[in-house]
């Protein structure tokens, strides 16, 4: 098999056959992330991506297989159709196709090659929303608008995927933290997704903010200010039945419930954590 660079995946795919459809992120611009910055992007030829499956499904059966890099999805249509062809027909046990997208790829996308795609047997799309907030999205160079998550959320619903949408606490720091929290419960109020998961800020180096984060220029949150944010945005958001999660290596109270049906607990949860300050410890935190 052949990996170019460091690969990155889901939590939830840890057990998954991942193959590198492309390399890097074909956006890699976000100010936030440092996971493809020392990549060029690149979209493998076709027969590589072949080989590395033929090989992959002669190591073990396979239930899962992520289409790696960033955004899998930014590649042509009928070169996807191809890659699913070839794990259906190779890979006796597979149960789940998913890769990453971004809401760019998706808006490029007609509806027809979104359920073509769908059809073929990719099922999940990964989709890092990370704010709502318009202000927020052009400072960390997203170059989206709350109103075209809106659209590409519920032309990936119309189509049939299941998606699996993340936001990140303490990215516009306590001076945009109420205006993230709000605006990023109103998207996801408008297009619930089947999956939400709300990380907490962690720079590493490579990334632009970690820069200012050095430098004074920008400051994290307190967990408490953190957690305040999550709250906020459960009190704001109306996303039912939409499977929420806080409990990565990253945030300081794991939290998972159900939306609406569990917000209130979790605010509970929220509130009891903040009066007796039991955050889980800096040393603990990690990606
Ligand atoms: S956050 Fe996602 S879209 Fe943005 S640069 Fe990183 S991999 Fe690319």
């Keep these: 098999m052949n990996y170019i660079g460091k690969v990155y995946r ?15 992120c074909a956006h890699n611009s976000c100010t936030f ?19 590395d499956l033929e090989e992959g499904s002669r190591l073990y059966p396979w239930k899962k297989v992520f289409l ?18 070839y794990i259906y027909d190779h890979f006796p046990a597979v149960e789940q196709v998913t890769s ?6 998706i808006l490029r996308k007609s509806p027809e090659e979104l359920k073509s795609l769908r059809k073929a047997g ?15 999205l052009e400072k960390i160079k997203k170059y989206v608008t709350p109103k075209e ?13 299941k998606s699996s949408v993340t936001l990140i606490s303490g990215l516009g720091g306590l001076e945009l933290s109420c205006e993230h929290a709000i605006e990023s419960a109103k998207v996801i109020s408008q297009a619930p997704p089947d999956f939400l998961a709300f990380l907490t800020l962690y720079l590493e180096p ?14 994290y949150m307190t967990p408490e200010e953190s957690l305040y944010e999550i709250r906020l945005f459960l009190s704001h958001v109306n996303a039912p039945n939409t499977i929420f999660r806080a409990n990565h290596a990253s945030n300081y109270l794991a939290l998972k419930g ?10 509970h949860e929220i509130d009891e954590v903040l009066s007796k300050h039991a955050f889980k410890p800096e040393y603990l935190r990690g990606l």
């Excluded at 889901?10 to 890097?24: D, K």
């Excluded at 990719?122 to 927020?136: A, F, P, R």
């Excluded at 159900?258 to 605010?267: A, C, R, Y």
Aim: hydrophobic share 40%; charged share 30%; proline share 4%.
């Design 149 to 161: 998550m809106v659209e590409a959320f519920r032309k990936v619903k119309d189509a049939g995927f």
């Design 258 to 267: 159900v939306l609406n049906k569990d917000s209130e607990k979790m605010i």
């Design 68 to 85: 790696a890099d960033g955004d899998a999805l930014v590649m042509k249509t009928k070169d996807i159709l191809t890659i699913l062809k």
């Design 100 to 105: 990453y997208a971004t809401v760019q790829d």
């Design 33 to 51: 992330c440092s996971m493809y910055k020392e990549d060029r992007f690149a979209i493998r030829p076709l027969e590589d991506i072949l080989r």
């Design 10 to 24: 889901p939590p939830s795919e840890a057990y998954s056959f991942i193959v590198q459809a492309t390399v890097g």
């Design 122 to 136: 990719l099922q999940m799309l990964y989709i890092g929303m990370e704010t709502g907030s318009d202000k927020l």
């Design 206 to 219: 490579g990334a632009p903010m970690y820069e200012d984060l050095l430098s004074g220029r920008f400051q």
